[in-house]
Nanobody, 130 residues
Framework: QVQLVESGGGSVQTGGSLRLSCAAS????????MGWFRQAPGKEREFVATTTWTTAWTFIGTYYADSVKGRFTISRDNANNTVYLQMDSLKPEDTAAYYC???????????????????WGQGTQVTVSS
């Protein structure tokens, strides 16, 4: 069973930064695709970013939603089973609950879709005030 625990959420003003962390309890973390999604009140859960691995172990692919490209950075520390989301230049529209997700390839859907992921964290709230 995979357990994911997010941390690092909080309240910031427009233009501020936060770094979210997601600790995973798995024995082969480096083989998992790790993603971040967010959900604002009254809206559907949306893709934010994801990071993959390759069989060569030398290239990590990262993918971002257009709305966060250039402001958010996803990274992973395979030695510590942790994935991060560095969020800079935050905007009020970034306000949402942020969820960490994990699964392995091949999946049921593209890795930018929530349906790909079988494992989810409880979420951490990010609030950006103007």
């Amino acid at each position: 069973q995979v357990q994911l625990v997010e941390s690092g959420g909080g309240s910031v003003q427009t233009g501020g930064s936060l770094r979210l962390s997601c600790a995973a309890s798995v024995s082969d973390f480096s083989r998992y695709v790790m993603g971040w999604f967010r959900q604002a009140p009254g809206k559907e859960r949306e893709f934010v970013a994801t990071t993959t691995w390759t069989t060569a172990w030398t290239f990590i692919g990262t993918y971002y939603a257009d709305s966060v490209k250039g402001r958010f950075t996803i990274s992973r520390d395979n030695a510590n089973n942790t994935v991060y989301l560095q969020m800079d230049s935050l905007k009020p529209e970034d306000t949402a609950a942020y969820y960490c997700a994990a699964d392995r390839i091949p999946g049921r859907a593209p890795i930018t879709h929530a349906d790909f992921y079988s494992y989810w964290g409880q979420g951490t709230q990010v609030t950006v005030s103007s």
